[in-house]
């Protein structure tokens, strides 16, 4: 009895033979397509996971950049601050240091404005102006005593310069109580003469402690600028040329 009931199953499985039929190829193409579906899952999966580890090692290395560039940072900073800290100190011993310049450079600033004031009149208002912006840095203290004097000395030589050449230029006149833009022939700081648009030719010419403007009306002096100009205009520096004269007899004392 035993015996039967073992094969019974197997019995049962022969019998039902046509209805659980498995096709061999269907089945084979269903197993090969899975098969593939399987390995391209696998081969997305290691690449997904190859993506991924680059991502962290990109993100890692740029963790680093930014943690060297961040040190770098604060170590500019640091340097900065020491600069700083260091400048400020420089000038401030700068400042108490120059102190004691501060008179000297004072009373230089009076004597030029005095010297130019009373000196030719070329481009007076210009000059002044400049010893003026001097004189209001050194008292509000914007610029060191130290660093007026510096520009102090740059404007003396200009000075020096404006005394040791001639040259040809344009400025604003008074002619007759009106102002006029003139040319005017420079003989370093000695001798002034204009030229205006109209072409009256004249003379700086000193009157008390002041200056006025005189026009030349001989022919023969007229001549004489009408060469000068024209030798000044084509920067002819170096030659003999007659003059009228515009010297005065004397020369007032500046007192500044």
Do not use: C, H
Not at 54 to 64: G, I, T, Y
Not at 80 to 106: C, D, F, I, W
């Amino acid at each position: 009895m035993r015996l039967r009931l073992r094969w019974l199953p197997l019995l049962l499985l022969l019998m039902s033979g046509p209805v659980l039929a498995i096709n061999p190829d269907g089945f084979a193409a269903r197993l090969a397509e899975a098969r593939k579906d399987v390995e391209t899952l696998t081969d997305s999966l290691s690449q997904l996971k190859d993506d991924l580890r680059a991502k962290e090692r990109a993100l890692d290395n740029q963790a680093a950049e930014l943690a060297t560039q961040t040190r770098q940072e604060e170590l500019r900073l640091e340097q900065l601050n020491q600069t700083l800290t260091r400048q400020a100190e420089a000038r401030a011993a700068a400042v108490a240091g120059s102190a004691a310049l501060v008179p000297a450079v004072a009373e230089s600033i009076v004597t030029l404005r005095a010297g130019v004031a009373a000196g030719l009149p070329f481009r007076q208002a210009e000059r002044l102006g400049e010893l003026d912006t001097l004189q209001a840095a050194l008292e509000s203290g914007a610029s060191t005593p130290r660093e007026v004097a510096s520009r102090l000395w740059s404007f003396v030589e200009d000075e020096r310069r404006l005394a040791s050449q001639s040259a040809l230029d344009r400025q604003i006149i008074t002619l007759n109580g009106q102002e006029v833009l003139a040319d005017v022939a420079r003989l370093g700081m000695v001798s002034l003469y204009y030229r205006t648009d109209q072409g009256e030719l004249g003379r700086a010419v000193r009157e008390g402690e002041g200056w006025r403007y005189e026009p030349v009306t001989d022919e023969a002096a007229r001549l004489q600028l009408v060469d000068l100009f024209d030798a000044l205009s084509k920067q002819v520096r170096v030659g003999f040329f007659t003059i009228p004269a515009a010297i005065p007899a004397a020369i007032p004392e500046v007192t500044p």
